[in-house]
């Protein structure tokens, strides 16, 4: 069905869009279009008096043969977004890397609908899968770093989580499957 395909979205630095789309074509992601992310502040706060200082982020939307899904509204979509800190009350500061939870809800409001899955193989944060659960997405998180793990799961995640949602860790799981085994 044409505009309902998945897509995938690789956030990356601006000299990385070339090889992102280069890999993205070697594994069936023929057609790729960059997004672009405007912040209101820079990390380079040491650099101000030296140099024009960064202050945006990029990523590259990833699709196949079809159109990916587009949730617009009837409304004009820019390539770029405006990309605000979020309330640290809300949304705990976790990972040095951690996109806003408002980026990402955007993100995922204009590329899924409700009930679709939302896969972050690079959880960090837990930042995505709290926008996906917040949008009614199911999300699917993996981190191989624990101590980011455990701090998304205990500070990022839990507050967010509403009835019936539910979360596997698959340390438990695999112990489980230990002891059934005998």
Known sequence: ERGKAPAMIVFCAFEQIPTVV?????????HSYPLIFCKNYSAQVLKANMKIVGATEYAVVLYREKLPKFNNNGKMVFNWFEWRRDNAKEYPKIHPTQKPVSVLKRLIEIFTDEGDVVIDPVAGSGSTLRAAMELNRNGFGFEIDKGFYCKAKESML?????????QIDLDDMYKGLQEAQG
């Open 158 to 166: 839990q507050p967010g989580f509403k009835d019936g949602y539910k």
């Open 22 to 30: 280069q890999y993205g074509e070697k594994y069936g992601f023929k």
